[in-house]
């Protein structure tokens, strides 16, 4: 098995001392840390997504796979060019308000922190404008929101109207979750998507920011 | 004698509560309601206002442990009492604030508006082993801010039972409370009987949030009972293992029993919750896992052993549709809780994760609950003995059918379900149509809807009622009420 391999192989049991160990060795064998990145931590990351949908894994088998990646990418870093650790993008997400149900949107969070990306979580019971407000000062490219009651639905109409009606439609995108929100309702009040989990999340966020 | 399943030995019962308590006196809560935590640092609690915390030493919750009452009536709209919560009584309830209905026609999950509502409601009204009705979910067709009081409304109009309940906002429980007292006429008559028992729930870490918090003191305040719903999610919101999610939610439940007996002295509680076993593959909160519903049984235990009358969300299920995982699940729990003795059963009725309700489900699952109720019962002598005549007269006879024995035990000895629950022979089913569970189920909500008769609260509280509703409605925009059947 080569290292980058090994390193996969690691990351994928969540071993992260093993994982940060090995990607100094790689470095130190002059490989290049963009290949160690896309070969090792990303090839690593993949099949853990693809074992956790098939449920062969489980949440904390992803988190810390993802913990490991983390680690090996700390040493990555100084080595690699601007381009090379451009982050996935930048999420702003919260429960909307009268809303404090905040377990799921904070699986989302992590599993999004997870894949790479910038989160800025604003917490629960957040007002429509605070939404719209930390997306156009951070330059955030999505904004996630979740709702747990029937009753606080409406806000997220809200956000994504403030969202046109400030202009910012073209580079800030909405994407929506929670038990009580459909797809169809994601259509209905104009969001650019809707997932049913985190994993779920991840994907469409990824499709929004990649456009 | 009553049988009686237990999960834990004393000796664990008093390390779980003794843990818990150390919790609460070193960790202590977060309190983001002002007054809970004023209320609590009057009465010794340490208030750490640069964290944010508030930690109790265990003589504020012993001795708001020993206030606490041991049991409570409650009474239905008539004034009559219905509900004896404790000692071992057990009483079912259907499941509360779902989000969806599961549509009688078409067998699919959809928005539920008030028809939906007044036709549950009707149907708990028909079903004696639901003990009381519940504000079971939302209706999609009122604006959002009375959509919680607007469930009660419907059920104290339609139905006669007692309403377990709860409040989404701080601002809804005032009109909540006005219902109630327009039923019972002052609001000294509500707190002397008892209509409603309204949910407050804890967020787990060991929080309580504002709205939550706030719940709590006004419900107290009224002496309206109220039911702990501590949520521990096992290895993600609390320990993975049974015995830490119990002192999770010992710690939770007592910190509310602290705030309702500070608030009020004697205020009724039910030590209730809704823990949940989670499934790290769907990132969801199982109500048919076992160990949920071991988790129940044992914090009912606990319950107990502190003294006070028991509730939780159990006997229900995940499933999507009324299947056999649904009948598994809900009969599990419903079992499990009945020998438990847990006092306030909430479930009947309920799919997908407290997410949705249906009535067919609700008419199968009475019958669950029948029979439970049946089970915890127990086998008692019934002039058995001496048992030679019996013996004698049945071979002297041929058969005991009609003996006095058993004319005299028959009805009260056996439960016979109604007809969802199918028990004729192969030939004799074929001949009434080979039907499955669901299309008797169905039939049997159209035989009780077809049946209903009006709730006989008076004219003048009716009146009342639709009252304080519509002017609520008209508040947020709404002038007249959804158009409903009957009226
Ligand atoms: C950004 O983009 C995205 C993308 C995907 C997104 C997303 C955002 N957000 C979520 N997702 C998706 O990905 C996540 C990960 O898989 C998923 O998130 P979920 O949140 O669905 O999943 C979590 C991982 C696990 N699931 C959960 O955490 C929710 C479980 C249930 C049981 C639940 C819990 C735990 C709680 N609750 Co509450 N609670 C219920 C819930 C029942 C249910 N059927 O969902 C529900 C939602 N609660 C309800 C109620 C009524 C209430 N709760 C209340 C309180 C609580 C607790 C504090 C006890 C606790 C929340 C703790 C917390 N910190 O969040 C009160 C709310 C007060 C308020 N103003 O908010 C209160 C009003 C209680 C009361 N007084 O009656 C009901 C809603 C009724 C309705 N029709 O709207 C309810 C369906 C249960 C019930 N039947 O009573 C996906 O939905």
Redesign the interface.
Known sequence: MSILETIASHLERGEHDEVRALTETALAESIDAATVLDEGLIAGMQVVGEQFRKHEIFLPDVLMAAKAMNAGLEILEPHLSAADIKSQGKIVIGTVKGDLHDIGKNLVGIMLAGAGFDVIDLGKDVPPERFVDAAAESDANVIGMSALLTTTMPSMKTVVDLVKSRGLDGSVRTVIGGAPVTEEYANEIGADGYSFDAANAVECVKRLVEG | MRPKLKFLDQALIERIVSEALDLLATLGLEVQNGNAAALLGDHGAGVDIAKGRVTLPESLVLDAVKKAPSGFELFDVLGNRTHDLSGDNVHFTPGSSG??VLDSETGTMR?PVTGDFVRFTKLTSRLPHIDAASTAF?C?DVP??I??SYRLFLCLLYGEKPVVTGA??IESYRLMRDLQIAVRGSADALAMKPLTIFSVCP?APLKW?D?TAQNLLDCAADSVPVEFISMP?T???GPVTLVGSLVQHTAETLSGVVLSQLANPGTPVLYGGSPAAFD????TTPMGAVETQMIDCAYSEIGKHLGMPTQAYIGLSDSKALDAQAGLETSMGATLAALAGINSISGPGMLD?E?CISCEKLVVDHEICAMAKRMEQGIEPKDDFPARPHFEEMLEEGHLLISDHTRKHLRSEHYFPGPVIERANLSRWREEGSTTLDERARTEVSRHLSEYEPSRLNEDARRELTRLMTTEAARYGMDELPARDGD
Request: no cysteine.
């Open positions: 989000i969806s928005t939302i999609s959002e801010q959509q919680d989404f906002t967020t949030s709205v999610l290895g993600f919101m790290m593959r769907y990132e994760f997410s």
